[in-house]
């Protein structure tokens, strides 16, 4: 009753309110007469002007962050100082320590029973990472221009030199010696013009060695060890190219040499597509492609009709393609030939392979294909075996690169002045 009492209380006073009551005028702002915003449009507008100008503040911020950073950085990078191929320190140590190579040892104490080292061939070697172990020494980093020359030392006087035996002890000096070099610029985190004339000296070296050293037992060669090098090395160098000033004058040939060493890459194809039309309508790397495109397409005879066409470097960057190549088609012509009554001319299936005629017929024995008294392969589906990987030996099978070395020496090679 209490409820319903207040609700009818209610509802009287409602019904004695006037119906016709007018409405207080609203009051408008002279600013609002003149077409100015209304209070929500203003506050959205001043809200928006702030937030702009607090993004402006941040953007400001940031890039005075980045600033202090940079800053701190080239305080903090090492700059080496050492302006000798091997610091002093160094030398003393691996003296006292009997740690010299024989291509380091001063003439005439080579016998000696603790011979000494000659300051102007001992070169800094690479040294592993340890704790404790102060590697920022600005005393024991060789600056860039002495890192260039350097390599150019261990080119021209030791991987070039007609009078250092064997050539796996000088690969396995250089190697080592490179890798010292390779370290001092990572802590250094040197870049430019003398950085890109070091990694395309350092990977045209490798890649040679690739080939020259193919076969050789793995206590004196690991090629998987190269090829690790060699890969961290060109992907520095194709970085260095994408990021740092110009010019690039070899730009042309270390993209090609990419794509044919990691021939049916997908990374290296969308590398090499990626870049400008400039540089893929040139014809090293146009070549190039084309090769990558039969290697893909499986199409090992306009592949090697093709490879003719390479010079000696680039074939040391294919050649460790060639067998898988050569096997294919083999493995195509004894399914394609596979027929009792035909006979198949070794001479032109010699030209097929770019190979020599006993080599050609050797290389079919070990796939099980016949090779009859009149010189022609028996090919057989039935027949083709594949070889055990002992008895491959790739060495024997590199004419196709081998004839186009002609008078080229290996600092020529390695310097780029074919």
Same mark, same amino acid.
């Given at each position: 009753?209490? &409820?319903?009492? =207040?609700?009818?209380?209610?509802?009287?006073?409602?019904?004695? $309110?006037?119906?016709?009551?007018?409405?207080?005028?609203?009051?408008?702002?002279?600013?609002?007469?003149?077409?100015?915003?209304?209070?929500?449009? =203003?506050?959205?507008?001043?809200?928006?002007? =702030?937030?702009?100008?607090?993004?402006?503040?941040?953007?400001?911020?940031?890039?005075?962050?980045?600033?202090?950073?940079?800053?701190?950085?080239?305080?903090?990078?090492?700059?080496?100082?050492?302006?000798?191929?091997?610091?002093?320190?160094?030398?003393?140590?691996?003296? +006292?320590?009997?740690?010299?190579?024989?291509?380091? *040892?001063?003439?005439?104490?080579? $016998?000696?029973?603790?011979? &000494?080292?000659?300051?102007?061939?001992?070169?800094?070697?690479?040294?592993?990472? #340890? #704790? !404790?172990?102060?590697?920022?020494?600005?005393?024991?980093?060789?600056?860039?221009?002495?890192?260039?020359?350097?390599?150019?030392?261990?080119?021209?006087? %030791?991987?070039?030199?007609?009078?250092?035996?064997? =050539?796996?002890?000088?690969?396995?000096?250089?190697?080592? &010696?490179?890798?010292?070099?390779?370290?001092? *610029?990572?802590?250094?985190?040197?870049?430019?013009?003398?950085?890109?004339?070091?990694?395309? $000296?350092?990977?045209?070296?490798? %890649?040679?060695?690739?080939?020259?050293?193919?076969?050789?037992?793995?206590?004196?060669?690991?090629?998987?060890?190269?090829?690790?090098?060699?890969?961290?090395?060109?992907?520095? @160098?194709?970085?260095?190219?994408?990021? !740092?000033?110009?010019?690039?004058?070899?730009?042309?040939?270390?993209?090609?040499? !990419?794509?044919?060493?990691?021939?049916?890459?997908?990374?290296?194809?969308?590398?090499? *597509?990626?870049?400008?039309?400039?540089?893929?309508?040139?014809?090293?790397?146009?070549?190039?492609?084309?090769?990558?495109? #039969?290697?893909?397409?499986?199409?090992?005879?306009?592949?090697?009709?093709?490879?003719?066409?390479?010079?000696?470097?680039?074939?040391?960057?294919?050649?460790?393609?060639?067998?898988?190549?050569?096997?294919?088609?083999? @493995?195509?012509?004894?399914? !394609?030939?596979?027929?009792?009554?035909?006979?198949?001319?070794?001479?032109?299936?010699?030209?097929?392979?770019?190979?020599?005629?006993?080599?050609? #017929?050797?290389?079919?024995?070990?796939?099980?294909?016949? +090779?009859?008294?009149?010189?022609?392969?028996?090919?057989?589906?039935?027949?083709?075996?594949?070889?055990?990987?002992?008895?491959?030996?790739?060495?024997?099978?590199?004419?196709? +690169?081998?004839?186009?070395?002609?008078?080229?020496? +290996?600092?020529?090679?390695?310097?780029?002045?074919?």
């Amino acid at each position: 009753m209490a &409820r319903f009492y =207040w609700s009818t209380l209610d509802s009287d006073a409602r019904l004695k $309110r006037p119906m016709n009551r007018r409405r207080a005028a609203r009051r408008v702002s002279h600013s609002q007469r003149r077409g100015a915003p209304s209070g929500g449009e =203003w506050r959205q507008r001043n809200q928006e002007q =702030w937030r702009g100008h607090g993004k402006e503040q941040v953007r400001e911020v940031e890039v005075k962050e980045d600033e202090r950073c940079q800053l701190q950085e080239k305080e903090t990078v090492p700059r080496g100082t050492c302006q000798t191929m091997c610091p002093a320190r160094e030398l003393r140590d691996r003296e +006292v320590q009997n740690r010299l190579h024989r291509f380091e *040892m001063l003439a005439g104490t080579e $016998r000696d029973k603790r011979p &000494r080292g000659d300051p102007l061939r001992a070169v800094k070697e690479y040294s592993r990472p #340890a #704790a !404790g172990k102060d590697s920022t020494n600005p005393s024991d980093l060789r600056t860039p221009a002495v890192l260039l020359k350097t390599v150019c030392y261990l080119i021209d006087d %030791i991987a070039a030199s007609s009078h250092l035996h064997p =050539w796996t002890e000088v690969y396995s000096f250089v190697f080592d &010696r490179l890798r010292g070099v390779k370290q001092d *610029m990572i802590i250094q985190r040197v870049s430019g013009l003398n950085c890109v004339a070091i990694l395309e $000296r350092t990977v045209r070296f490798l %890649i040679y060695a690739s080939y020259r050293l193919c076969g050789e037992p793995l206590r004196l060669y690991d090629p998987r060890i190269n090829d690790t090098h060699l890969q961290e090395n060109l992907s520095w @160098l194709l970085d260095c190219y994408a990021t !740092g000033p110009g010019p690039h004058p070899n730009q042309e040939e270390f993209q090609a040499l !990419g794509l044919l060493y990691n021939l049916g890459s997908s990374c290296a194809t969308q590398h090499i *597509m990626e870049l400008p039309e400039r540089l893929r309508s040139s014809p090293a790397i146009a070549l190039a492609l084309s090769i990558n495109r #039969a290697f893909l397409e499986r199409n090992p005879v306009r592949l090697l009709r093709l490879a003719k066409r390479l010079n000696f470097l680039q074939s040391c960057a294919l050649h460790r393609h060639l067998m898988a190549c050569r096997r294919d088609l083999l @493995l195509i012509y004894s399914h !394609g030939h596979s027929s009792r009554n035909c006979r198949f001319p070794l001479d032109g299936l010699a030209q097929l392979l770019s190979l020599d005629t006993s080599f050609t #017929a050797g290389l079919c024995q070990l796939y099980g294909l016949e +090779v009859n008294q009149d010189n022609q392969v028996v090919f057989s589906k039935a027949a083709f075996t594949e070889p055990e990987q002992a008895k491959l030996h790739c060495k024997l099978y590199h004419n196709i +690169v081998a004839e186009k070395q002609r008078d080229l020496t +290996v600092g020529n090679i390695i310097h780029g002045c074919t």
